[in-house]
Structure formats: C-alpha cells, structure tokens
C-alpha cells in the first residue's frame, strides 16, 4: 500500500524558513517523480514543485520560484520542500504528490501538513 | 504556461441528478487530463485520469471525456457520498501544471 507521510509544519513569521519531508513507502521511490501541491485555507489546489525520479530536474510555479526548492533522498524514501522568504500568502496545507507511472499525471497524496506564516 | 477554466465553480443537485461539469484549457492538452474529488478535510483523490479512464476502485456513475481543449466530468446518478469539490488537473508537458478552479456540488 502506497503512503505518503508529511511532517514539518508549524507556524513560521514572515520572512521566515521551513523545511517540509514526506516519508514514502509501499512504492519504489527512486523510480517515480514527486510533486508538492498546496492549498490555501478555504481555497482551491495550487501546483507548487516537481522533481523528477534521480532528483536531476526541478520545476517551481513563478509563485514560489526562488524562494522554494524541492530535493529529494532516495536512499531514504524521502522528498523534501525547503522554503524560505515566506510570506503570509504561503499559509496552506502542503500536500506530498506521487506522480502514476506512464506520464498520467498525479495519484497517490498525503494527508498534508499545515504552514501558518503569521506574526 | 496553460490555464485550465472550471465551470461552475458550485452547483446544488439532488441525489440521482446527472451532474455534468467541465474544464477548458487554454491551449490543446491532447487527453493529458485527471479529475479529482476532495471532501472537506480529507486530501484528494483521483478519479479519471487520461481524460476518460476510470481509476480503480471508483464506482461506474463516474465517466470523464474530451479531448484537446474541453473537458468533461459526469456523475451519472449522484449519490450522497458524491457531494464534495471536484478538480481538474491538466499535467501536458513539463510542470508547472495546472487545477482547474474546483467545483462544490451542494446537496439541494
């Protein structure tokens, strides 16, 4: 069974630094590309980052582009989403995406992880 | 990069209504479209993907199609558990992709 586990969230001043992991398992995760999607509270989902299977290419929405990075350790089954230069537009649930095999988009999801960017 | 345009963005139906809701992309996608569902609280899940292909596991009254630039999703018999907001997500080419705006099916 595929599960997908999020923790680092909290509450962070604007300005401020965050590093986000998603444990993965029932899966091999070396051979699947990851994505983070988020959404805001009472708010629709929004595409944050993508990283491909080896970690050798990334991709951002402008809206956090230079201000996020996604990595990822495949020695541990884990992807990561290190965010700094927050803003309170940021505030969301960040959700650990695993993109389905053959290029058909996104399948398994996390349950999430709240960030609150608030003075 | 291409935008995806929802409609409507909320609709009241009763339970056996055909519920029909749809997605425009900007640009032609071929069929590299998904459809999700979201209850309150609760991450997505993925109903459709490749515009028409049922995921397993999610009951027959779900159908998607289309292909190109419109896209569509039909409930064919809504049932109580169907309430929720749905998405669709448009993944064509390299990321950053695309929701669409979502859509809230109401209970009337």
């Known amino acids: 069974e595929v599960q997908l586990v999020e923790s680092g969230g909290g509450l962070v001043q604007p300005g401020g630094s965050l590093r986000l992991s998603c444990s993965a398992s029932g899966f091999t995760f070396s051979s699947y590309a990851m994505h983070w999607v988020r959404q805001a509270p009472g708010k629709g989902l929004e595409y944050v980052s993508a990283i491909s299977s080896n970690g050798g290419s990334t991709y951002y929405a402008d809206s956090v582009k230079g201000r996020f990075t996604i990595s990822r350790d495949n020695s541990k089954n884990t992807l990561y989403l290190q965010m700094s230069s927050l803003r309170a537009e940021d505030t969301a649930v960040y959700y650990c995406v695993k993109e389905a095999a053959g290029e058909i988009g996104l399948d398994y999801w996390g349950q999430g992880t709240l960030v609150t960017v608030s003075s | 990069d291409i935008q995806m345009t929802q409609s409507p963005s909320s609709l009241s139906a009763s339970v056996g209504d055909r519920v029909t809701i749809t997605c425009r992309a900007s640009?032609?996608?071929?069929?590299?479209l998904g459809w999700y569902q979201q209850k309150p609280g609760k991450a997505p899940k993925r109903l459709i993907y490749a515009a028409s292909s049922l995921q397993s596991g999610v009951p027959s009254r779900f159908s998607g199609s289309g292909s190109g630039t419109e896209f569509t999703l039909t409930i064919s018999s809504l049932q109580p558990e169907d309430f929720a907001t749905y998405y669709c997500l448009q993944h064509n080419s390299y990321p950053p992709w695309t929701f669409g705006q979502g859509t809230k099916v109401e209970i009337k």
């Open positions: 640009q032609g996608i071929r069929n590299d």
